[in-house]
């Protein structure tokens, strides 16, 4: 169950500063974040909770600020595979910044998340308009092109033992506290053969 968020927001601006010039080197203002804080609506979410399906209209982006979302694509067969682990720091449904009209996949709370929740339209007004929200953007758009590269690269090339380690290493809080299951369609690999790789490695 959703709701509007009581917490304290009290360092949020200061929190969102840190993390512009930590992630990205960039400067933003206290005037600047306080506008982006003002413009979002903070909203609680559970575990269990959808914040899309595949076909909803996409009018709203998020930025998550706790927790862990789930995004994945359904087969023609009604199967479900993982397309990407959204955590701390990342955005959500973002594709609607992009021109998408209606989402191409599923969204799913799978930790208790806290997500500043924007009008698309609004936030692309105001990165428009500020030159250090627009360096931002552009980064963050520059390094999800290299995770798709990556991603394809580490599909063709890679056996699955290989990717495995390599989301170990990547991702080792993922790895240790999402289910195997959604693991295993990140990896391209039935859950199976995850519990066997698992048991090779154990042994």
Request: charged letters at 25%; a neutral charge; aromatic letters at 10%.
């Amino acid at each position: 169950m959703k709701r509007t968020t009581d917490m304290n927001l009290t360092g949020l601006t200061e929190q969102l500063m840190q993390v512009a010039k930590k992630y990205y080197n960039v400067s933003v203002s206290e005037d600047v974040m306080d506008l982006l804080i003002k413009n979002a609506v903070i909203t609680q979410y559970q575990t269990g909770d959808v914040l899309c399906e595949v076909g909803d209209v996409l009018n709203k982006t998020g930025f998550i600020l706790d927790g862990i979302i789930r995004s994945s694509f359904l087969t023609y067969g009604g199967k479900d595979i993982t397309r990407y682990f959204h955590t701390k720091y990342s955005m959500v449904m973002d594709d609607c910044m992009l021109g998408f009209s209606e989402s191409k996949y599923r969204c799913e709370v799978i930790r208790d998340a806290v997500i500043m929740m924007f009008d698309a339209n609004t936030l692309k007004g105001i990165i428009k308009d500020n030159a250090e929200l627009k360096e931002i953007y552009t980064l963050s758009l520059e390094s999800g092109l290299r995770y798709k590269l990556y991603r394809e690269n580490e599909l063709m090339t890679k056996n699955a033992l290989e990717r495995y380690l390599q989301f170990v290493e990547d991702f080792p809080d993922l790895a240790a506290n999402v289910k195997q299951r959604d693991i295993a369609t990140y990896l391209g690999i039935e859950p199976q053969s995850l519990s066997r790789i698992k048991r090779q490695l154990k042994n």
